[in-house]
């Protein structure tokens, strides 16, 4: 099998009295797109910070890329290469659409330290370049996110992901309030993810599509990883039976 | 004639009379314009509102000082622009060297709290006690009265004759008659000892009273004294309970400084000192000034 | 089809809540234990077990008090009062001025001395009422941001109260006036209005309005709450207590000034936040807010007591008022995390 | 698989979209001709073609005006600041001390007379940016709300300013020191430091940060900005953008007054907020403050001018200031509804 | 066909310059189960938001339980037996389970007019009963909402109009962020009024529920309303092709 890319041992977090991540095991291989489902509550939203260095994790290992790390916050995940779309959009409704694609790494003209000056030229025809290619239309750029519909600014959190990710991507729930079309889109750049063979984890309460998509499904339950399978060798049924705990050991070995 | 006047504030009781003694003495003549601006004890925008006056045209310009170390600024505006000025109530630190067209009317501050305290001492000394315990009220802490106040009261108890007298706390109330009544009180809980309330206003001094009466100290034992010889302070002393205050004539001097600064307009020579004198009050001779603020 | 919807493991459900004012009131005690301390330490004598000390404790502070009753509810909403202190400056001039007595030569009205004291009490509530409700309608109407609007009444109320006797102070007052504020008159109108307002706040309509508006104004609209109304009736209240404050003030000190109330606004947000209440909205209590007040009172008789020296006062307080949030803000942090 | 994300039609897509700015500078245009218009009527003269007033106008608000930059940017990042005025006053005191000539002979340091004129300078910047930076480390780090700590800090930064010489002012400053705030140097000082935070905020990352943040906290710290550090610094710098509002004061009225800079912090929010600042945070410029700052030196000077009543002043200033807040709101409500 | 509830002849609404909502004319009869799909920006809510007079229509004319109706507000809308689950759900944080459920229409004790006396242990009893119908389970009522998982909030929104509609009860997008077993019981609730009659309006991007649950479903696309098909006369292709626009004449007669 291909090299380990992520790998979580015994990934715990705890708010208050609340377990909400117990004893994580979890492994991405290069290239591989796994799907994280779940009730509601199950701690996928969990996972994923701990990961990516939004909260601090109770205890735990987390290893990427190689070596073990432990992230200060979601400046140096991001640094070494993971991206993430989180569950509540992540975006500054004031800003314009390649302000938000650069919030955090600006490109810059001169550096004067805090006071560098912006490269705005830049940065607008980047943007460009990576919505192309992403076939998301948004008419000018230069207007605040605000002003933007729903879909639209799904498409721009999940265009900043995929125009940085180098290593990994992780997206939480990206489709959930998209319609139909919306929806389609962002499978699209999702397939386009597998083949520049970029590794994912996808959280989604969407069954068809997740199988439509990913290779391998994780399913959470209480906090609790309770099954891995390979989407070709299970169904919905089955995936459903894990979430609702009618199946399901409460420890499985990492694949 | 138009003469612009800025008053260092508006509430407070003292400058208040000052203020009306003034429009009131305008009202009286013919073709004299007054215009009052409170400067809301900011020298910034006193030193505005004096060059808004010179931009509008005003014929004379009356100033009530709100920091009397920052009048060169003002005199200079003023002198630059040819237009009268006359200081009232606060002493100017320039007050040597204005020019021909400036002048000064006011009582001098540093007389009222050396009065106050020497009649304090007096009376301390009349009832026979060769130790007094001594507490003050201090007006707001960054203005200069209260500052000047309180040092004559350090003052004359430096003084040979006076120095049986013991301040033994010192406390702020911002002018204010409530915070004094507070203040007085939790002293009163705290079982402090004294002989003597000094307070750099009539308002504190009113407050403490308040406060001793309503937790049953004997008035007669105690010497209060206050500074203003406001209404309320001569009610306070026809009842027995006020002791000291000093009356400083703030109709007089907004009458003086509007009489000088007319007649600077007209060109006509003024003396450029013009003291009007504190005066204190005492039961014996409260009657003279029950009208006066 | 059995279902439970929680699905991460608790295992704090049972444990009964600690309410916020409890932490409010322990940290009242901690201030007072150390008054205490160091009182025994320096002055030889206790600080808290002096009747006269407990009763100014709360008489200095209930004046204030009273207007943080009405601060409270409108900092539940989600808003902020700037306007109570300049409110109760206003009304205390106006007020006072239908109950001035005859013996009294210059009076405001010489015609309308020695008028029965319900008159200035309504003339209060009624111009008290008037502000807040402007207050009101500004920030639900034009949805001006709160502090703007109480920003411009404060401004504009503190004017009309210097505007009113053009300075002069209006004292004099007939004796039933003067009997509002005297002894410990001011502390029993507070409690029975903080009484009031904590059962209109936890048992009634009006308050679980006010805490929905807070919370989620948008979900209140949509529940068929009359938000603009509502609003307006809150800060209307908060306009009557400041007038009622206005009252026992101006009574208390048998005068009424234009700069009277001064800061009071600042003091009365600090005491509603320091009990508790959440500048966000949704959350807080009369309690609270009458605890935050009695921070503030004992720390006010601590100073005197210790005789701290008056230049260091104001430097202290700064810190208290930050520490005391501070406290309370990690004490819930804290609580949130480790339980 | 073309798809178009913008779904419903719309009509207004190329119409260009007026900038906030443009509604204030019509409102100052508005009010000045009213003015105007009013003083050929009644006075007969013109308000606005007067070189001495149009001078003043702007020279006796640029002192806030330098405050509100400072105050800008803490908005813009969904803060406010109380403190700027009572850091004006504690700085004033303190930068003026070390400014004092040898001739006067009461200098607060007999010792330290005549110092060159950069040690004020450095003193004001070091005390204003040290203050601010107390506020941002206590907004940042523990979670207060900003109300609170600011406030705290004016309670306390006052009682420094009081407690530094006991409440005696500071004068007699060198020339040098004189010269800082002489003539119409606090219009160039305030026009400088405007086009330099005009710059920070729409060319540089530090700008990108602050409206960042004040639109979604949450969202700028996931996107990896340092928020706390950031938090800090724009603290800091209004901060000591008030301490060089102290220099300039201190030195336009040659004196340092403990009292200094009252209320200051009221004037710069209001000025920010009638400016477009959203007080809601992510929205506003140092234009639109710079134009509010205008409004308010209109309003004073015009009162001036047509010689209102000082009692109707601050009646007429509190109705203007909501007035103009209304008026924003309502424009872009209407924007908003009907283009 | 049965007797009309809800009509709606030419409604309009504009934003500006944004026209949302055009000339849409919708017919609910009683008892009738209706899905409204089209993508993001469609107009959905929009037309949510006039019905129930959140907002205020630009034109057009409503017509509600047989007489025409011009609600000044949201409260009039449910005090004539309307009841909405509002696409942001429309809570309050702060307070407990009753308080929501009960918000602006608390039982009282004694009528004080603003200040009349809550009867809070009647409001528990009676929520716990509604909930009890919807088979939602709440650990603890008097716990404030906002502890609570997005599952168990959404429950609470759902159950409050289940609860009081009497003739009408509309849900914008109720299932969009719950997992799988959360989807299902409210699939569960929505089946529940269908038996006991109540009409209902169900706003959705989940193709796969329409068909399982609904009558009829309604397409909008840019703010029109385009096609009005019966659900067992259709399919997912066809619904797709007029959501995208693919088919699709723009206006459609009212059935
Ligand atoms: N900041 C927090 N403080 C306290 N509890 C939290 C916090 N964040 C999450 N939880 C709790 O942790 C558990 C796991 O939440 P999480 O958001 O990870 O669920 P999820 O699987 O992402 O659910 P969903 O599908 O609804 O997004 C829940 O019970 C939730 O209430
Ligand atoms: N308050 C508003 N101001 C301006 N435009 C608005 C407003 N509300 C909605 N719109 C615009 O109206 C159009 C229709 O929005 P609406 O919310 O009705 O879409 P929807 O069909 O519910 O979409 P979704 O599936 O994303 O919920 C969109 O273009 C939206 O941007
Ligand atoms: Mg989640
Ligand atoms: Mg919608």
Known sequence: MSKVILETRGLTKRYGGVHALEDANFVLHEGEHVAVVGDNGAGKSTFVRQITAVEQRTSGQIFFDGREVNYAGPLEARESGMETVFQNLALADDLDVPSNLYLGRELIKFNLGPFSILDRKAMRERTQAALDRTAVRIPNLSNPIRNMSGGQRQCVAIARAAAFASKLIIMDEPTAALGVQETGQVENIIRGLKERGVPLILVSHNLRQVFDLVDRIVVFRRGRIVASLRADETDGNDIVSYITGVKGQSDVAYV | ?293 | ?339
Chains 1, 5 share one sequence.
Request: aromatic share 6%.
């Open chain 3, 1 to 339: 089809m059995a279902v439970s919807a929680v699905s991460a493991r608790t295992d704090s459900q049972s444990r009964p809540v600690r309410p916020p004012e409890m932490n409010v009131f322990i940290g009242l005690l901690v201030i007072a234990l150390v008054f205490e301390a160091l009182g025994w330490l320096f002055i030889g004598q206790s600080f808290v077990f002096n009747l006269q000390r407990l009763q100014i404790i709360i008489l200095q502070v209930s004046i204030v008090g009273i207007i943080a009753i009405g601060v409270t509810q409108v900092i539940i909403t989600g808003g902020i009062d700037l306007s109570s202190g300049s409110i109760v400056g206003a009304t205390a001039m106006i007020a006072m001025s239908f109950a001035q007595s005859s013996d009294y030569a210059r009076a405001v009205y010489p015609a309308l001395t020695d008028l029965p004291v319900i008159v200035p009490i309504l003339v209060a509530l009624v111009i008290g009422g008037l502000a807040g409700s402007i207050n009101g309608a500004l920030i639900a109407y034009t949805k001006i941001p709160p502090f703007i609007a109480t920003l411009g009444m404060m401004v504009a109320a503190r004017g009309v109260a210097k505007w009113y006797t053009k300075g002069q102070p209006v004292s004099f007052p007939t004796e039933s006036y003067a009997w509002i504020g005297a002894g410990l008159n001011p502390v029993i109108i507070f409690l029975v209005l903080a009484l009031l307002f904590h059962l209109a706040l936890k048992y009634t309509v009006y308050g679980n309005h006010t805490y929905a508006i807070g919370s989620n104004q948008q979900a209140a609209r949509v529940s068929g709450i009359r938000v603009e109304r509502h609003l307006v009736m809150v800060y209307a209240i908060a306009g009557m207590l400041a007038g009622i404050a206005a009252l026992v003030l101006s009574s208390k000190n048998v005068t009424a000034q234009a700069g009277m109330g001064m800061m009071y606004e600042l003091d009365a947000i600090a005491m509603a936040v320091i009990g508790g209440v959440s500048l966000a909205g949704g959350r807080g209590s009369v309690v609270g807010t009458a605890l935050g007040m009695l921070i503030f009172g004992v720390i006010i008789s601590g100073f005197t007591f210790l005789r701290i020296d008056a230049y260091y006062q104001e430097m202290i307080k700064g810190v208290i008022i930050v520490a005391a949030v501070v406290a309370d803000v990690a004490r819930q942090q804290r609580r949130a995390k480790a339980v």
């Open chain 2, 1 to 293: 004639e138009n003469v612009g006047v800025s008053m260092a504030l508006f509430d407070d009781n003292f400058l208040t009379v000052l203020r009306n003694g003034m429009t009131d003495y305008a009202a009286t003549l013919d073709g004299v314009n007054v215009q009052v601006e409170d400067a809301g004890n900011d020298v910034g925008k006193q030193l505005d509102q004096v060059k808004n006056f010179i931009a509008s045209g005003v014929d004379a310009i009356v100033v009530n000082p709100v920091d009397t170390s920052a009048t060169q600024a003002i005199s200079d505006a003023a002198a630059a622009a040819n237009v009268p000025l006359v200081y009232v109530n606060r002493e100017p630190v320039n007050v040597d060297t204005l020019p021909d067209s400036q002048a000064y009317v006011a009582s001098n501050d540093i007389e009222s709290g050396t009065l106050q305290t020497k009649e304090v001492c007096r009376l301390l000394k009349e009832a026979g006690k060769t130790e007094a315990n001594i507490l003050v009220i201090m007006g707001e802490l960054s203005n200069q009265a209260a500052v000047v106040r309180t040092k004559d009261i350090h003052d004359v108890i430096a003084t040979d004759e006076c120095s049986f007298m013991k301040i033994v706390d010192e406390q702020t109330s911002n002018w204010q008659r409530d915070q004094a009544a507070n203040l007085m009180t939790n002293w009163l809980s705290s079982g402090v000892q004294f002989d003597a309330v000094i307070a750099n206003n009539d308002e504190s001094a009113v407050g403490a009273i308040q406060s001793m009466k309503a937790a049953g100290v004997g008035m007669e034992d105690v010497v209060v004294a206050g500074i203003d010889a406001t209404q309320d302070a001569l009610a306070a002393m026809a009842a027995g309970d006020l002791d000291v205050t000093v009356f400083q004539d703030a109709a007089g001097q907004g009458q003086g400084a509007l009489d000088a600064a007319l007649k600077l307009a007209k060109g006509e020579a003024v003396e450029q000192k013009v003291y009007i004198p504190f005066q204190l009050v005492t039961p014996d001779n409260m009657q003279d000034f029950m009208a006066k603020n």
